[in-house]
Every structure is written in structure tokens, then in C-alpha cells.
């Protein structure tokens, strides 16, 4: 373990309880992230959710809804095909004769919605898991050395953007990468908010220099909750050009052994996220070149150190 990562650790075990109780740190910062709840249970606003497969049988995009096919609901629904609601993310990647798997959510007034989309395509989930498995076993394999020092290999790792795509850390060699870890739900405004922010604006001053072959890539923090389709709609709204920015999400296994890999310090208390944020840059030949802490980097500088 490197000197930095050292330090790093130090510090979280230092101020993680103080951090957690004020909600914000310099090093470590507290993200309010509610636990998710349990299938089948009432919410506090009267809804009630149950876990559901099905097809899409039609996308009715003027209404914002899902004409889907579903399983019978053990206790609860018989196999019906009903109209459901979802977020715009999930509406921009839904197509008919998709499987996909979620949360039905019943609304009080008997409104139905459907959260938490994953798509069915076995192939793509196939690719995934190969590819967490090997993962695992190269995290297991370096054991305390699970961590990555300025000057060492991107790990290879396959995750799903937010289009629902597959796409693997090999897709970008021969290209430069700037990655960072968020999460959509984060609501401290120095913390995600800021990191991405900073990554627009270094695609933007990135192409007004003309550095060619980059590619910004951030990874999330909460796989349970950032969907494909709710990484879409958070890129959407931010009016994010994703022809060379990505957004990656998948299996829970894969995003820890990143983060044990790329120094991501994570801890949860009280339905509080509490952790640490790291921006790095890959070379084109996918070594590890440069890694800012936190969120006081200046985009200015990870430009000057990309290669023109």
C-alpha cells in the first residue's frame, strides 16, 4: 500500500464519526442515502412494492408509461399485461419485446410504477459476471495490494453504461480516461454534484485544447439504486454529452472490488453513505498517471497533463 492510500486510510478511521454526524468533510463526506426497502412492504407514503418480470409489450411515450406483460405477483397480482409508469431514463431505453425485471410500485389512488429497471438480455449478463468473477479473483489475488498506485494497470472490469450497453475497460485502450466514482442520489453539493461538474467542464476545456482520444467515465457508488435508466435521466438533466462520457453501473461485487482497487473508502451509518472521492487519469496505453483527492482539483490541471 502506497503512502497516499496510507494516509487515506488514517484519516477515514479518524474522522469518519465526526464526518458522519456533521454530514460533510474535506476527506470523507456523509451522502444521505435512505436503506432501500424491503419487496412487499408498505412505505411511509402508502405505496407498496413487489418484485415483478415481464415484457414490454408497447413503449407509450406520450404518457410516459410501459405497456408490460408480467408474472403472476405470488398473493398479490395474477400474470396480466397493465400499464406502469417510469422514469424518463427508463422510458428513453425501453423497447418493445424487452424483458426486464423491477419494482412495481402501487401509489395510493391506485397508480402503478415501476422503479429499480434492470433489462433481461442473458448474453450481456453473461459477459458481466465473467467478467466480476475474474475481477474478484485478481482483487483476492493482490490481496493487501488490492490498491493501485500512480504508475500501475487500469484493472479490466465490464460494467453497463446508461444506455444498458456492456462496455469493458478494454474498450478504451489506446485512448486517455479520466474516471471518477459518484452516485445520482447524493445531495451534498461539494461532493458528486461538484466531481461531476468538474468532469463536464474538463470535457469541455479537454476539446477547446484539442486533446484527442479521451474518454471520462464515472463509476457508481450505489449499483442498487443507479439503474441504466436512472444514470440516463441523471446525465439528461444535466445536458451531459455522452458521445465520450460514460456511466457505469452493475453488479455490487464488481463496484467493491473497484473501489478496494481504486482507494474508494465507503461506510454506511445510519442510512448515511458516508465516502471518500478519487478522479484519476489512465494513459492511452492504460496505466495510471494521475490521481487528485477530493474535489479541490482545477479541471485546468488534469488537461495539462493529458496528451495532445
Known amino acids: 500500500m502506497g503512502a497516499r492510500m496510507k494516509r487515506m486510510v488514517l484519516q477515514f ?111 450481456a449478463q453473461a459477459a458481466v459476471r465473467q467478467a466480476a468473477a475474474a475481477l474478484r479473483e485478481d482483487t483476492n489475488i493482490r490481496g493487501r495490494a488490492a490498491y493501485r498506485e500512480v504508475g500501475e494497470n487500469l484493472p479490466d472490469f465490464a460494467l453497463y453504461d446508461q444506455t444498458g450497453s456492456v462496455v469493458s475497460a478494454a474498450k478504451w485502450r489506446g485512448k486517455q480516461i479520466m474516471l471518477n466514482f459518484i452516485f445520482t442520489r447524493c445531495p451534498v453539493a461539494t461532493m458528486c454534484p461538484a466531481a461531476t461538474a468538474k468532469m463536464m467542464e474538463t470535457q469541455a476545456l479537454a476539446k477547446e485544447a484539442g486533446v484527442p482520444n479521451l474518454e471520462l467515465v464515472s463509476i457508481t457508488l450505489d449499483p442498487e439504486y443507479d439503474t441504466p435508466g436512472v444514470l440516463k435521466e441523471y446525465a439528461d438533466a444535466r445536458g451531459i454529452d455522452t458521445s465520450n462520457f460514460s456511466f457505469l453501473t452493475g453488479p455490487e461485487g464488481a463496484i467493491k472490488d473497484l473501489f478496494r482497487q481504486f482507494g474508494i473508502l465507503t461506510e454506511m451509518k445510519g442510512g448515511v453513505l458516508s465516502h471518500t472521492l478519487a478522479t484519476l487519469l489512465i494513459n492511452e496505453q492504460g496505466k495510471i498517471v494521475w490521481r487528485a483527492d477530493g474535489t479541490t482539483w482545477a479541471p485546468s490541471e488534469f488537461v495539462a497533463k493529458m496528451k495532445r
Not at 22 to 30: D, E, F, P, R, S
Not at 65 to 86: K, Q
Open 13 to 123: 478511521s479518524a474522522v469518519s464519526v465526526a464526518a458522519t454526524a456533521l454530514g460533510l468533510g474535506m476527506l470523507l463526506a456523509g451522502c444521505g442515502r435512505a436503506p432501500e426497502a424491503p419487496a412487499e412492504a408498505a412505505q411511509a407514503d402508502g405505496s407498496v412494492r413487489h418484485p415483478v418480470r415481464g415484457t414490454v409489450v408497447a413503449v407509450m411515450a406520450e404518457r410516459g408509461t410501459l405497456l408490460v406483460d408480467h408474472e403472476e405477483i405470488a398473493g398479490y397480482m395474477p400474470r396480466m399485461t397493465m400499464e406502469f409508469h417510469v422514469g424518463a431514463g427508463d422510458l428513453a431505453l425501453a423497447k418493445e419485446g424487452a424483458g426486464l425485471t423491477a419494482n412495481l410500485v402501487e401509489e395510493p389512488g391506485g397508480k402503478f410504477r415501476l422503479e429499480g429497471v434492470w433489462w433481461v438480455d442473458p448474453v
